[in-house]
């Protein structure tokens, strides 16, 4: 059984950044893409950004265009979410997803495999 966990968030300004990391193990890591939800209080869990097996062509909600940077390491089987010049509507519960098909998609049901999440606050 494959496991994502997720680390890395935590309180920060308005205007700051912070890395996630997503680790992945017990799956062919290489095959799949992976994405980024987030999900505030009260709120539906929405996409953020996704990138497909070979790390090319990454795909950002408008939200988060030309600040955050999704990238992934398949020899480390592992993904990364760059945030930068944070906003307080960017507090969430951030997750990882990974599906089976090696294509981007935004809906969260398109996705097999789910971390934990981890808490981004971003304070004004």
């Known amino acids: 059984q494959g496991q994502l966990v997720e680390s890395g968030g935590g309180l920060v300004q308005a205007g700051g950044s912070l890395r996630l990391s997503c680790a992945a193990s017990g799956y062919t890591f290489s095959i799949g893409a992976m994405a980024w939800f987030r999900q505030a209080p009260g709120n539906e869990r929405v996409f953020v950004t996704a990138i497909n097996w070979n790390g090319k062509n990454p795909t950002y909600a408008d939200s988060v265009k030309g600040r955050f940077t999704i990238s992934r390491d398949n020899a480390k089987n592992t993904m990364y979410l760059q945030m930068n010049n944070l906003k307080p509507e960017d507090t969430a519960v951030y997750y990882c997803?990974?599906?089976?098909?090696?294509?981007?998609?935004?809906?969260?049901?398109?996705?097999?495999?789910w971390g934990q999440g981890t808490q981004v606050t971003v304070s004004s």
């Open positions: 997803a990974r599906r089976d098909n090696v294509r981007i998609a935004v809906g969260p049901n398109d996705y097999n495999d």
